[in-house]
């Protein structure tokens, strides 16, 4: 028996890793607060782009 797996439900991960990823960079750079939020904003972007491409898969 196959499960399907719904891509929706792990979009999260994408923002969690960006914030994570984001603040460590900026704390090396000494802005942790900005980095952040560009890691957010980056996680998101990965999370827009990859589920769009997998709209066609099943």
Do not use: H, P
Not at 5 to 10: C, E, G, H, R
Not at 23 to 47: E, H, R, S
């Amino acid at each position: 028996m196959e499960d399907k797996i719904d891509f929706q439900d792990y979009n999260w991960v994408y923002y969690v890793i960006g914030l994570v990823c984001g603040a460590l960079t900026g704390l090396a750079v000494g802005q942790v607060i900005i980095g952040a939020i560009l890691g957010l904003l980056t996680g998101g972007l990965f999370q827009y782009l990859i589920n769009k491409s997998r709209e066609g898969v099943q």
